[in-house]
């Protein structure tokens, strides 16, 4: 009696323990991804991401003071995709939405930062329908998201 209980005791706590092990893996691994890609583009430490939001795999990171942005999102297969912009250079930031065909279905998010001097428009794609694992499963809290940022971001901006 006392052998299976102890059996049983140790197979629930494996059970519970591996799945918790590597979790924490590759939350340490995911972290220091972020903070190598911060210390990246600080240029010498003259940036310093303070203002930073993490959801779906999505990273945002703001500097204030002195007006850097930087999205970073682990959502590709391949490799990471990794935008920065220095809002000292721009003039506004809008949202793009795309729908596909007839239908109200998002497939694509972006940011779009116009220039000050030559008024072009850059986009940073934000959401993308291929990404998204479940089928448009992270759209509604990636879209609040981003229309929380684009805020904070225009209010950046305009400081």
């Not at 939350?27 to 930073?52: A, G, H, M, P, V």
Request: proline residues 1%.
């Amino acid at each position: 009696m006392d052998t299976s209980v102890t059996i049983i005791g140790l197979f629930i706590t494996l059970l519970i323990g591996i799945p918790i092990f590597y979790a924490m893996r590759s939350n340490s691994i995911n972290n220091t991804k972020i903070k190598e890609i911060k210390d990246k583009f600080s240029q010498n430490n003259r940036l310093n991401f303070e203002l930073t939001e993490t959801q779906n795999k999505k990273v945002l990171a703001l500097d204030e003071k002195n007006k850097g942005f930087l999205l970073m999102d682990f959502n590709s297969r391949e490799e990471e995709i990794v935008n920065f912009i220095d809002l000292n250079t721009i003039d506004s930031c809008k949202l793009s939405i795309t729908a596909e065909g007839n239908s109200n279905t998002i497939v694509k998010i972006e940011f779009e930062f116009q220039n000050k001097k030559d008024k072009k428009t850059e986009s940073i794609p934000f959401y993308k329908i291929e990404n998204d694992q479940i089928d448009q499963v992270c759209l509604y809290e990636d879209h609040q998201l981003a229309k929380k940022w684009r805020e904070i971001i225009q209010e950046c901006i305009s400081n």
